[in-house]
């Protein structure tokens, strides 16, 4: 019997690698990773990444979890409302499209907000805000995006949501556009990976999703605003470069962890990967930064995940 099974294994396919025969589909299902609904992971149920408080790693094309922990923590979206925002726009929107700023809009955003500086009646491209919004992480270009798709921030919100559930988030409850702090604003790792999985569809969403610099320029052709991102995986300079990752955005809560939200590609595989609540790291005297967080994490997800795994 022992031999017969030896002869036999190397003729069935790896489990749970989202094929489309029913055989494998079957073993699929067996190993529990099969959708982003799944409880469990190719990779398994232990920690893996230390230093985070939930994590994803998800193949988008066979629809399989590679690797979870805590998916389903309540979080702060923070700036991964910004993904929702850029969505939207990009479904619904033109990026040719003239926007007036209206100081009642700009006016909703604190001082201390990360912001492009807009000033009331400003003339701007749909196109300038959403680069401003992902590139610079401008908060007020995100709530007169929301004001020009429509018509008010609560109505945006509305849409918010409906794209949300459209993405089957289960979760999920935005209240504005931008993610900067608000009652009943939350959602999940899990229903961020459905969210990216849906934009991902739209070449507009991955383009901005994945840009590192923009431009303003005036009507004389001088330069605006010059925006270059922070995100360190995406930055080329960055010793946290990846060129593994085609799009990012960050968020950081206000105890000072960073969560980083990122599409990714090796060969024909592509992956979302969420890192959540990942704290800096810092030298002896407690205020030096030593390492900062979620972006070694993230790298160490793609290594685990990424090396040997084939669909």
Same mark, same amino acid.
């Given at each position: 019997?022992?031999?017969?099974?030896?002869?036999?294994?190397?003729?069935?396919?790896?489990?749970?690698?989202?094929?489309?025969?029913?055989?494998?589909?079957?073993?699929?299902?067996?190993?529990?990773?099969?959708?982003?609904?799944?409880?469990?992971?190719?990779?398994?149920? +232990?920690?893996?990444?230390?230093?985070?408080?939930?994590?994803?790693?998800?193949?988008?094309?066979?629809?399989?979890?590679?690797?979870?922990?805590?998916?389903?923590?309540?979080?702060?979206?923070?700036?991964?409302?910004?993904?929702?925002?850029?969505?939207?726009?990009?479904?619904?929107?033109?990026?040719?499209?003239?926007?007036?700023?209206?100081?009642?809009?700009?006016?909703?955003?604190?001082?201390?907000?990360?912001?492009?500086?807009?000033?009331?009646?400003?003339?701007?491209?749909?196109? *300038?805000? &959403?680069?401003?919004?992902?590139?610079?992480?401008?908060?007020?270009a995100a709530a007169?995006?929301?004001? /020009?798709?429509?018509?008010s921030q609560a109505?945006?919100? *509305?849409?918010?949501?409906?794209?949300?559930?459209?993405?089957?988030?289960?979760?999920?409850?935005?209240?504005?556009? /931008?993610?900067?702090?608000?009652?009943?604003?939350?959602?999940?790792?899990?229903?961020?990976?459905?969210?990216?999985?849906?934009?991902?569809?739209?070449?507009?969403?991955?383009?901005?999703?994945?840009?590192?610099?923009?431009?303003?320029?005036?009507?004389?052709?001088?330069?605006?605003?010059?925006?270059n991102t922070s995100?360190? &995986?995406?930055?080329?300079?960055?010793?946290?470069?990846?060129?593994?990752?085609?799009?990012?955005?960050?968020?950081?809560?206000?105890?000072?962890?960073?969560?980083?939200?990122?599409?990714? +590609?090796?060969?024909?595989?592509?992956?979302?990967?969420?890192?959540?609540?990942?704290?800096?790291?810092?030298?002896?005297?407690?205020?030096?930064?030593?390492?900062?967080?979620?972006?070694?994490?993230? +790298?160490? &997800? &793609?290594?685990?995940?990424?090396?040997?795994?084939?669909?």
């Open positions: 019997m022992i031999l017969c099974l030896l002869l036999v294994l190397p003729f069935f396919p790896q489990a749970a690698l989202g094929a489309e025969t029913g055989q494998d589909a079957d073993m699929s299902a067996t190993n529990g990773s099969h959708t982003i609904e799944a409880q469990s992971s190719l990779l398994g149920s +232990k920690q893996l990444i230390e230093n985070a408080e939930s994590v994803i790693l998800y193949d988008i094309a066979s629809d399989t979890m590679i690797y979870s922990w805590n998916p389903d923590q309540q979080i702060n979206p923070g700036s991964f409302t910004k993904i929702m925002t850029l969505w939207i726009a990009a479904e619904e929107g033109n990026l040719s499209d003239v926007v007036e700023v209206r100081s009642e809009v700009i006016a909703t955003i604190s001082k201390d907000a990360v912001s492009m500086d807009l000033k009331p009646s400003e003339i701007l491209t749909l196109e *300038d805000l &959403l680069y401003g919004m992902m590139v610079g992480s401008a908060n007020d007169v995006i929301a004001d /020009h798709m429509a018509g109505a945006f919100a *509305d849409k918010m949501n409906q794209y949300a559930q459209k993405a089957g988030c289960t979760h999920t409850n935005f209240v504005n556009a /931008h993610g900067l702090q608000a009652e009943n604003q939350y959602t999940t790792p899990r229903d961020v990976t459905r969210i990216i999985a849906a934009a991902a569809q739209n070449e507009t969403f991955r383009e901005i999703f994945g840009a590192v610099y923009y431009r303003m320029d005036d009507e004389q052709g001088n330069a605006k605003r010059v925006m995100n360190n &995986l995406l930055d080329a300079e960055s010793v946290y470069y990846d060129s593994r990752i085609t799009g990012s955005r960050t968020s950081a809560s206000s105890d000072g962890k960073r969560s980083v939200a990122s599409l990714a +590609k090796e060969g024909n595989l592509e992956v979302i990967s969420i890192i959540t609540g990942s704290a800096n790291k810092y030298e002896a005297d407690g205020y030096t930064e030593r390492t900062p967080g979620a972006y070694p994490e993230t +790298k160490q &997800l &793609l290594d685990l995940g990424l090396t040997g795994y084939k669909r």
